[in-house]
């Protein structure tokens, strides 16, 4: 059975722990076993004691997740998988996380197999969204960035705006993010009920298809049975449709004796020599991607 993973995103400040704090018991009510990877800018964590000792937790400190301690995670995440029984994993990013890297960095090719992406919660702080001129050009486009990725999206503190501010404010997200549906809270309190008819119930598989359908961002992984050739490979890349942001795995070609390392970042396709076998993996994140195309058509490359 894979574990379903989440990412709650956000601003700093925005109220990601506190929406975590109501997650967590939530699923455990559903009989589910969730674990936490905490991900904090600075070398002490400030949030981990929120989290219950019979929660398993791991905390990623000194860096952001995005960029520079993805290999610190992938340890983290092998150690989890290795040694806890859990069903779902809530990963709690920095305010500093850009949501496609850090999908980047979570759906590893070495453990692709074991973990189901389900999607972004993003948080937004009315106050801060309200006075957001005042940002700086990076912070401003990096909450952009949040709020278009998000598959769920919370307005929250909206206590601290007028009843015409939060009209404002929603219609401007939904500029943004006109899929996603969106919540106006205080203090991140979201109907668990409602969030887990999106994705998060193992029980209704049929609302989480439903809600998949909705996803603008899509994670998908295959895993390669066969050998392909990179010729032929490279082509069903110029002419896959839709927008791919991030390839990465390691790919069996008929030239080569272990299965080569491949990796695809803004357009630029990268092949590196393995000397050991590797999990034949190959996750690929973009917008628009259909799954099942996709599917058919590496299938039918495998010799």
Request: charged share 25%; net charge negative; proline share 4%.
């Amino acid at each position: 059975m894979k574990k379903h993973v989440y990412v709650i995103s956000g601003f700093l400040g925005s109220g990601k722990t506190t929406l975590l704090k109501q997650l967590l018991p939530y699923l455990k009510s559903e009989n589910r076993r969730p674990a936490v990877l905490m991900n904090e800018l600075g070398a002490v964590s400030i949030d981990s004691d929120e989290v219950d000792d019979d929660t398993p937790l791991k905390e990623l400190l000194n860096g952001c997740i995005c960029c520079t301690i993805q290999d610190k995670l992938e340890a983290q995440l092998q150690e989890l998988l290795m040694t806890e029984e859990f069903d779902d994993l809530i990963i709690e990013t920095t305010g500093a996380a850009h949501p496609v890297e850090a999908i980047d960095a979570i759906m590893s090719p070495l453990f692709a197999e074991k973990l189901d992406w389900r999607g972004i919660i993003s948080i937004v702080d009315c106050l801060i969204w309200k006075n957001r001129m005042n940002l700086s050009p990076a912070v401003l486009q990096l909450m952009y960035e949040q709020i278009k990725h998000a598959d769920l999206l919370i307005m929250n503190k909206t206590d601290l705006v007028t009843e015409m501010e939060k009209g404002l404010i929603s219609y401007e997200i939904q500029q943004i993010n006109q899929q996603a549906p969106i919540y106006l809270t205080t203090k991140a309190q979201v109907p668990m009920e409602e969030l887990s008819k999106l994705t998060m119930s193992a029980k209704a598989e049929t609302r989480a298809v439903q809600a998949d359908q909705h996803l603008h961002l899509t994670v998908y992984s295959h895993t390669f049975t066969g050998k392909v050739k990179l010729a032929d490979f490279e082509q069903w890349l110029r002419d896959l449709s839709g927008q791919v942001y991030r390839m990465k795995g390691y790919i069996p070609v008929t030239t080569a004796k272990y299965p080569l390392l491949f990796q695809y970042s803004y357009g630029m396709p990268l092949w590196m020599a393995q000397e050991i076998q590797m999990p034949r993996n190959l996750v690929i994140i973009g917008e628009n991607l259909n799954k099942d195309s996709m599917q058919a058509e590496l299938k039918s490359l495998e010799q």
